[in-house]
């Protein structure tokens, strides 16, 4: 998310003194060309719908703070050249999407919407910050924060999200989702150059054809007596 919140970098401060000497561990998605990284110490969990490709959980369970990365196939904006996407996605991506997004949380309310942002540093996307409620399995409702970031690139919709209890997200956890996020690592699907390798068949060498067999001649030429008896001798 370079584009909107620059604090987002890799040695942004991590959940606890623990956390802050931790390794960190690189996932890569085979299937959707994609690499995240984050600290060791966080826990990969099972997959919790068919579009999930990772979730994971902070260390410590109390806190609440999982992120997760889906994917789905949206060619929404393949016909666009690559100049013109990030347009194209905040188009697609705009507000009324993200409430829509968003209403699957119980009681949410977007605090902050970002136009443009970047998913790692090759996809076009938006994001915003958000509150929702969740029951903690007692009855009771628990605050929570979070931030969600939608790409589309290369014929594939990504969306990241990170939250945790509200209380703590400032503290603990604001910066460090965000460079989980911006770890993002897309494959390359675009050609570097707008027209690829274009040569320039102009500067060509001429096509010399020979003109002493029928059918290479100009057509409003006659043929030649001595050619069409060389041809036919």
Known sequence: MRKILA????????????????????????????????????KIQTEDTPTTRLRIAGPLAEDWATCRMQVWDDGRVKIYPKRLTGQAVMEQLDQEFWAKETAQYKDAVISNYYAPASLGAKGDATAVQFSFTQDDGEGNKVKMQGVSLGSIYGGK?????????????????????????????????????????????????PIHMPRSKPGTANKYQPLRWEDRYSYNR
């Open 7 to 42: 604090a987002a970098v890799m040695g942004a401060m991590l959940v606890s003194s623990v956390a802050a000497k931790a390794d960190t561990f690189l996932w890569k998605d085979e299937v959707h060309d994609f690499t995240m990284s984050f600290p060791d110490v966080w």
């Open 157 to 205: 919709r990504y969306m990241a999200t990170c939250s945790s209890k509200q209380e703590l997200y400032s503290k603990r956890y604001a910066d460090l989702f965000l460079s989980i996020i911006d770890s993002t690592e897309l494959e390359s699907k675009y050609h570097p150059f707008a027209t690829g390798y274009y040569r320039n068949f102009l500067m060509d060498e």
